[in-house]
Each structure stands twice: as C-alpha cells, then as structure tokens.
C-alpha cells in the first residue's frame, strides 16, 4: 500500500524527464539549496525555448508589453547619474522577462501546474527543517562548495537574531518564500481533501501518504511562517485562507478566522481599556509586533512611512526616468545616513529609479496578467473543478506576491524572482493555451 500511495505522488513528475520543463522542475527542486544552479539551469531552458519557439513567443502582445519595457529601462539608465549602477540594476529584470516569455511558451497545462506546486511544497522542507533548527537548536553554518554553487550560510538564532532566516539572507525575505509555498500548498493540500471526501463521502481513516505530506508540510509552513516575525507574511497567510474559506464557500471558517484577526488588531491598536481586554488573552507575540511595542526604539529614517516619502520625492524631481536603477540605496543614505537596500515597496521604488512610464507599463502588464487569468477562471467551459482549484491557487499566489510588494522588495531575492516569474508564466502559459481551444471551439461552432 505504502508504494501504491508513493507511486501517485511520483505520478505528478514522472513522463519525459528528458524535455526543458522537467529541467525546469529539477531545478526547482535544488533552487532552495543552491540558488545558481537553479538559476543557471532555467537559465539555459529559457534559452534552449527561445531558440526553438522564437516566432510563437514573438507572436504574444503580452511579450512585446515586455519588450517595451526593457526598451525604456534601458533608456532610463541612459538617463541615470550612476550610469554603470544602473545598468547593473537591469539584470534583477531583463533576464526575467526572458524566463518569462520562454516558460509562458512551455507550461502549457493543468497538470504541470501541479508538477511545479508539487515540487516547490517538497524543495520547501530542508529549508523549513534548517531554519527551525537555527531558531530553536541554535544551529550555526558557515559551508561553501565550489565557491559559490553552494554556499549556506546560517546564523544561529536567526537574521535579525530572534527571527527565522534559514539559508536566506533575512527573515523577510523567507517569509515571502514560505507565503508563496504555502498558498500552493494549501491549494494541492485542498485537491487531496476532495479526493478523499469524494472517494469515501466521509474523510477515510487511512488517508493517502500525499494527503499526510501535504498535511504535514502545509503545517509546519505556517509555523515556521509565524517565527518568522514577518508582518507581511502573516497577513497574506491570513488573506490567503480566508480567500480559498471564500473559494470554498465555507462561511464559518471566515467567520472564525475574521474574529481571531479582529481580536490581534484589537489588542494592537484599540484605545487602552479595550486593548488591555484583548491583550489577556492574545500573546504580546503578535499584538506588540504589530503595533511595534516590540520595537519602541526604532530610528524614524528605518520606517517605511519615511522610506515611502522620500521615494515619492525622488519620483516628483524625475518622473519620466527617474533617478536610475539601483540608486534608491545611494541617496538615501546621504540624505539619512543610515543604509538602506530599497524603499519597502516596489513600485515606489521603481517610480524613483526609472520614472513612472517605465511603472506604469509594468504595473499595466501585471493587471492585463491578473485580468486573463480571472476571466479564464470564470468563463471557460474546458476547466473541471479539480484543475479550477489549482489555477486559482496560483492566482492567488501572484496576488500575495503583488502585495507583500507593496510592503518589501523581493527583486534582489535571485529565488524569490525566479518563482515570482515563473508564476506569472504559468498563468499566462495555461490561459493562452485555453484561450485558443476557446477560439477553435466558437469556430467549428
């Protein structure tokens, strides 16, 4: 029985092992472990697709919204003050369009929205098991092999100290990962339910070995996703339930999970009586982290309200090339003399640094994604309700990364741009691909 159930799990990745995607799937696999690997292999996939789907990729008007916009960034470094920087600052961007445009070409269907999910859910535990570790075990490393294909670093106690970082460089940047995970392994974690629930009418008292994985995986995720400390994470964890309670029509569990949320901010942000009520029974954990009593003595110029302000005054003094990428760092500094990577939020930043046509076309690009993406989810006659369920998973996980966007920057992140991109593929992948079975459809009609 147990290699009956393992079977089913390897069923999701087992044709064809040899073709670009499932390079891409591998890669995937040690992306966690070893970011260049990961990236140089898609790398060379994208690449390799580039090549042998040259005239169908260039047909996409999504693609050539894309091709604008490198056009104009490069335009805007031109412009830039540190031009060298600048330019530099192009490859956090340009090369991701490209994996873009070569992997919306390859992921063509439902199940190898699943393969993906699957993937990321399993790559996700070393990483989960490793910062646990740090955080709890005091677990320390400092390893490299072949320079830099892998290189973990791990501090003990996490990065800040107190806050799960795992082999990533901040605790921000790993709750990120973790909401992204999470939200796809919520979504395959919910098939398997129904699965079970449709089989047996009532949930069977030997559930599969992909249903206790994901059970599993799905749970120590949110754990590890709380000790990260992240603001942010929490609270697209918490939109992302509450989005597939919505999805499933479960009204008590939003009910629940609404009075739980109302209770936290309650204790964070009511007037003193009220707050005080609350604060007997809600930890200081999360109520003094939201309204950052935890942090009382933190300097003005490390607020994001501050970053956000002076990143709208550097976009007002530029506004059609902005200030050249990778410039945000520089000027504040001199203007705040504290160092600071970004402004907390990504379309700030890209205002101040490359003028707002350049976002604008961005942010346009990105809607015209989420608006495809919808529509197929709600007028397409060729999705059953199982393959519905995973579509809208990645929906919502672009959604997640949008928002935690306007919070933080996760540009600079080579793993979280890879999925970042490689999601927005997908989406994009499946709906052009049900797009033209529509269009064949109303024709031989």
Known sequence: MLGTSLNKVFDYFKPRWQSSWNYSLWALLIFPLSPLLGAVTIGFVSLITLVKQYRKISRRP???????????????????????TAFVGLFNLLPFFLVFAAHSTLIQTFAQLRQMAWILVIASMPVIIIGLGQLFLGWSL????????????????????????SLFMHANTFAAYLAIVFILGLGLWLEQWRLAIGKNSVLSSQPSIPFIFLTVA???????LIFTDSRNGWAIAIFACLAYALYQGWRILVGGVAAIVSSVLLAAFAPSP??????????????????????PDRPVALMRKTQWEFAWSLAQ???????????FSGLYKAQMQIPLGHPHNL??????????????LFCGLLAWILIIGVQLLRKSKYINTQDRLIFFSYLLAFVAWVLFNTVDVTLFELRLNVLSWLILAAICGVVHRYNQQDRLASHSN
């Open 62 to 84: 999504l693609n050539w919204g894309f091709a604008l916009l490198s056009v104009l960034l490069i335009v805007t470094a031109g412009f830039a003050q540190d031009k060298t």
């Open 142 to 165: 400092k390893f490299e092999i072949l320079w830099i294909v892998f290189a973990w670093t791990i501090r003990p106690g996490g990065n800040p100290p107190g806050r799960i970082a």
């Open 218 to 224: 799905v749970i120590t995720n949110f754990i590890t």
């Open 274 to 295: 009220v707050a005080q009520f609350f604060r007997q029974y809600i930890p200081a954990f999360f109520w003094a982290r939201l309204n950052d009593d935890m942090y």
């Open 317 to 327: 003094e530029h506004p059609w090339t902005g200030w050249g990428l990778r410039s």
């Open 347 to 360: 379309f700030l930043m890209l205002s101040a640094e490359t003028g707002f046509p350049s976002t604008f």
